[in-house]
T-cell receptor, first 115, second 111 residues
Framework: DAGVIQSPRHEVTEMGQEVTLRCKPI?????LFWYRQTMMRGLELLIYFNNNVPIDDSGMPEDRFSAKMPNASFSTLKIQPSEPRDSAVYFC?????????????FGPGTRLTVL | ELKVEQNPLFLSMQEGKNYTIYCNYSTTSDRLYWYRQDPGKSLESLFVLLSNGAVKQEGRLMASLDTKARLSTLHITAAVHDLSATYFC???????????FGKGTSLLVTP
């Protein structure tokens, strides 16, 4: 398996623009997570899905952020409109609660810069 | 709210030395994870600790879990330069699946 795939790897945009980040989880994994990493706040959960259904979106900063998982092999995280404080690395992770391990595997991340 | 604290946050050590990174968490959990992150890279899973007293070893790294003390340790034996990275511990609350991360320990191993 190719692992978790994210695109784009780097995104530079101007304040006010819409940004869409994409994620393809590992085949067969039924959990998908979106995390954000910044120097100030570290790694924090934004939202996670189980079997394509959002389970916990309490980490989504505000209404400008939205996430969807239309099928088991694809998820998007959208920011509209983007702001400079959204600049961060966004990681997608997928997992399968096999044997209680609940191990999560991370994608390469998308480095977002909002000017 | 589940809080995870690591210490130290920064660690510079000489090659060949031993050291321990500590991870404390605030509420009951029986699942703890250690990840490694190289600069500009993703997170790589190192250890999954699932029960009190669990001990896992891989090369020069050994992780342990004490659920009663809410404490995990990552012990480094005879450090080498290749171990230079940031190490994160993460805990899952008993009612969920999302990871709650510590701030990470940035390790630099020098000759």
């Amino acid at each position: 398996d190719a692992g978790v795939i994210q695109s784009p790897r780097h995104e530079v945009t101007e304040m006010g623009q819409e940004v869409t980040l994409r994620c393809k989880p590992i085949s067969g994994h039924d959990y998908l997570f979106w995390y954000r990493q910044t120097m100030m706040r570290g790694l924090e959960l934004l939202i996670y899905f189980n079997n394509n259904v959002p389970i916990d979106d309490s980490g989504m900063p505000e209404d400008r952020f939205s996430a969807k998982m239309p099928n088991a092999s694809f998820s998007t995280l959208k920011i509209q409109p983007s702001e400079p404080r959204d600049s961060a690395v966004y990681f997608c992770a997928s997992g399968l609660p096999g044997g209680g391990r609940n191990e999560q595997f991370f994608g390469p991340g998308t480095r977002l810069t909002v000017l | 709210e589940l809080k995870v604290e690591q210490n130290p946050l920064f660690l510079s050590m000489q090659e060949g030395k031993n050291y321990t990174i500590y991870c404390n968490y605030s509420t009951t959990s029986d699942r703890l994870y250690w990840y490694r992150q190289d600069p500009g890279k993703s997170l790589e899973s190192l250890f999954v600790l699932l029960s009190n007293g669990a001990v896992k070893q891989e090369g020069r790294l050994m992780a342990s879990l004490d659920t009663k003390a809410r404490l995990s340790t990552l012990h480094i034996t005879a450090a080498v330069h290749d171990l230079s990275a940031t190490y994160f511990c993460a805990v899952v609350s008993n009612s969920g699946y999302a990871l709650n991360f510590g701030k990470g320990t940035s390790l630099l191993v020098t000759p």
